[in-house]
C-alpha cells in the first residue's frame, strides 16, 4: 500500500504560477495527476513514466504545466505556469505499478486526497 500526500495547492492570480509536489510513503512507478473543477468530472492533466523518461500532457495544459519527479525523495512535481481560471480544481496525484503512461483515471491504483488550486481573474 502506498501513501501519496499532495501540497503546494493554494490562490493565485491568473497568469501566476504553482508548483505541486505528491509525496509518496514508498517508491513509486507510473505516476499521474488529476484534476477536478466543481461540477465537472475528473480530468487527466500530466502523467509520467516510472523512469520519468516520459511524460504526456492534456492538450489543454500543454506547454504551460511540466512533471517531473525526484525518485531520490520519493515525489513528483506537476510545475504549474500561466494559470488560467479555467484551471481552478482540486488537484491528484496517483500511481500505479506500471511501466507505461496512463491517462485513464481508472488504471491508477492509488490516490491522494487532492489539493484545491484557485486561479483569479
Known amino acids: 500500500q502506498v501513501r501519496l500526500v499532495e501540497s503546494g495547492g493554494g490562490l493565485v492570480q491568473a497568469g501566476g504560477s504553482l508548483r505541486l509536489s505528491c509525496a509518496a510513503s514508498?517508491?513509486?512507478?507510473?505516476v499521474g495527476w488529476f484534476r477536478r473543477a466543481p461540477g465537472k468530472v475528473r480530468e487527466f492533466v500530466a502523467a509520467?513514466?516510472?523512469?520519468?523518461?516520459?511524460?504526456i500532457y492534456a492538450d489543454s495544459v500543454k506547454g504551460r504545466f511540466s512533471i517531473s519527479r525526484d525518485d531520490a525523495k520519493n515525489t513528483v512535481y506537476l510545475q504549474m505556469n500561466s494559470l488560467k481560471p479555467e484551471d481552478t480544481a482540486v488537484y491528484y496525484c496517483?500511481?500505479?505499478?506500471?511501466?507505461?503512461?496512463?491517462?485513464?483515471?481508472?488504471?491508477?491504483?492509488?490516490w491522494g486526497q487532492g489539493t484545491q488550486v484557485t486561479v483569479s481573474s
Open positions: 514508498g517508491r513509486i512507478y507510473a
Open positions: 509520467t513514466s516510472w523512469s520519468g523518461g516520459s511524460t
Open positions: 496517483a500511481t500505479v505499478d506500471g511501466s507505461y503512461l496512463y491517462t485513464r483515471w481508472d488504471e491508477y491504483e492509488y
